[in-house]
């Protein structure tokens, strides 16, 4: 039972375009929701996260949007720079912090030159 | 400050032999947790311990997987014996009790290959 999907396997955006990641969620308890980041050969990484009590959170480049009614999430990246091709995974929790994150299937983004 | 360091990064079995994978968490996280990625689909659940005790092994695939946390500080995650379908990524994760951000920190992973 994938409780977190990713429904777009990759992406190929133009450098300096913007990228936009989704990702759908199931169980309605999530109240935290976050992205990671993997290169390959390492383990994910932090990228950006968002409670259930809010429906945007930028970073920088990164804005991660939240909309509960439709349980959807989405990454935005812009611009888009090469160095940001990697797969992107999307987590959520329930209950708080430290709780089982579940996890998507990934999407492998490629920013092009 | 060390991160998650994980042990071996690629173990390559026959099928009925058993593999130890050993996780060393960041130091003074009382969370860790197991997860497993099979190639291209979604990072899968394990379970978690919290200090030495297993708060949720509820992903755990079947008995031949084994999680141990003596002591509360490094885990091991033995599989015996290994099937096929065991192999994939292991990866490891800790966090600190009461974060703000609800982070979790990975080590690299184990590959695991199992002929």
């Known amino acids: 039972d994938q409780q977190v999907k990713q429904n777009s396997p990759s992406l190929s955006v133009q450098e300096g375009r913007i990228s936009i990641l989704n990702c759908d969620y199931t169980?309605?308890?999530?109240?935290?929701f976050l992205w990671y980041k993997k290169y390959p050969a390492e383990g994910p990484t932090f990228l950006i996260s968002?409670?259930?009590?809010?429906d945007k959170n930028e970073d920088g480049r990164f804005t991660v949007f939240l909309n509960k009614s439709a349980k959807h999430l989405s990454l935005h990246i812009v611009p888009s720079q090469p160095g940001d091709s990697a797969v992107y995974f999307c987590?959520?929790?329930?209950?708080?912090?430290?709780?089982?994150?579940?996890f998507g299937a990934g999407t492998r983004l490629t920013v092009k030159p | 400050e060390a991160g998650v360091t994980q042990f071996p990064s690629h173990s390559v079995i026959e099928k009925g032999q058993t593999v130890t994978l050993r996780c060393d968490p960041i130091?003074?996280?009382?969370?860790l947790y197991w997860y497993r990625r099979v190639m291209g689909k979604e990072i899968k659940f394990l379970l978690h311990?919290?200090?030495?005790?297993?708060?949720?092994e509820s992903g755990m695939p079947n008995n031949r997987f084994l999680a141990e946390r003596t002591g509360g500080t490094y885990s091991t995650l033995k599989v015996q014996p290994a099937e096929l379908e065991d192999s994939g990524v292991y990866f490891c994760?800790?966090?600190?009790?009461?974060?703000?951000?609800?982070?979790?920190?990975f080590g690299e992973g184990s590959r695991l290959t199992v002929l």
């Open positions: 994760a800790s966090s600190q009790s009461g974060s703000n951000t609800g982070e979790l920190f």
């Open positions: 169980n309605s308890m999530f109240d935290y």
């Open positions: 968002i409670s259930s009590i809010k």
């Open positions: 987590a959520a929790s329930a209950q708080g912090f430290n709780n089982d994150m579940r």
């Open positions: 130091s003074g996280h009382d969370n």
């Open positions: 311990f919290v200090k030495e005790s297993k708060q949720d």
